[in-house]
């Protein structure tokens, strides 16, 4: 694909809903004729598991083998452990093996480029690749923000989750200096929302204002519901398991919201370089 878009949606705090919405809008993407590729980065192989590999431990290949690969500057062969769901998405999966993977990054050269030298090998075959980040700021983030053109944030509206967002923009900052200067932020993606609370309403309110001018924080947000967390447990998306739910439409609202984002960023490249 002449324009493949990498995202990765990053937060070092957990369980705010990377995993759900990296699952749900790669097949939103998908659903909407995209060819994706979403790529688990993250130990807990929450990726893999939410979307029906139940034992990823077992699986032949997983991103830990993929960056032993590069590391060792052995040939990769073609679409070398990708899994291709039904839904329509291919995954990369992960697995504990990675948490070793990213310990001995440390003694390596180009520690921080191993995952962008598997995307960039992988972007000529698809529109999107999207990343599922691990909940720190570690070196498997770091790979992440380096390896992407943009970032997603998830995060609950909730008054710590608004404090942790400014330390993630300090590392997102930090690897724009040093490494990946066309790093850039798509949105803060308001997950696990419940608009009954006050405090969800005035922490929307303020996160708004306070990032508002200077980071999107995207218009359509994902509304709290026991389907979704029943979804992950099953092993399936959203748009399987509760078709016509709140949360699958809000995730289709989401994904047409990211086309449009990406639509616009692709005008304005155009009239730049003319
Ligand atoms: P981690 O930091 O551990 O990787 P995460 O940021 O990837 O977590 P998820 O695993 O996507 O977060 O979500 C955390 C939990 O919340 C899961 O049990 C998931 O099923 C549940 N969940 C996700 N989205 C929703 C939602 N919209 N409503 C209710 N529960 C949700
Ligand atoms: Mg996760």
């Known amino acids: 694909m002449a324009n493949c878009k990498v995202i990765a949606l990053c937060n070092q705090k957990g369980g705010v809903g990377k995993t759900t919405s990296t699952a749900n809008l790669g097949i939103g993407l998908a659903m909407s004729g995209k060819k994706v590729l979403a790529i688990d980065a993250d130990a807990q192989a929450n990726l893999a598991l939410s979307l ?5 431990d077992d699986l032949p290949v997983s991103l830990s083998d993929i960056m032993k690969i590069i590391i060792e500057e052995k040939m990769l062969p073609n679409d070398y452990g990708i899994l291709r ?43 999107y690749i999207l990343i599922d980040s691990m909940p720190s700021l570690g070196m498997m983030t770091i790979n992440s923000l380096v390896a992407a053109d943009s970032v997603i944030i998830p995060s609950q509206p909730s008054y710590l989750s608004a404090k942790g967002l400014d330390l993630l923009m300090q590392s997102i900052a930090r690897v724009r200096r040093q490494i990946n200067p066309g790093l850039s932020i798509d949105g803060i993606l308001l997950t696990m929302v419940d608009n009954r609370t006050n ?11 306070h990032y508002g001018e200077k980071i999107k924080v995207f218009k359509n947000e994902i509304p709290f519901s026991v389907r979704a967390a029943e979804s992950s447990g099953r092993g399936k998306s959203i748009y399987a398991h509760d078709k016509n739910g709140k949360v699958a439409s809000a995730y289709i609202a989401l994904t047409k919201e990211v086309i449009r984002l990406e639509r616009k960023k692709e005008r304005l490249r155009s009239d730049g370089s003319r």
Do not use: C, F
């Open 199 to 209: 405090e969800a309403k005035e922490i929307i309110a303020s996160l708004r204002s």
């Open 85 to 127: 769901h039904q839904e329509g998405i291919d995954l990369m999966p992960a697995n504990i093996e990675l948490s070793g993977t990213e310990v001995s990054l440390v003694n390596i050269m180009s520690r921080e480029s191993i995952l962008k030298t598997y995307v960039d090998k992988m972007r000529p075959k698809y529109d």
């Open 52 to 56: 029906g590999y139940t034992k990823p």
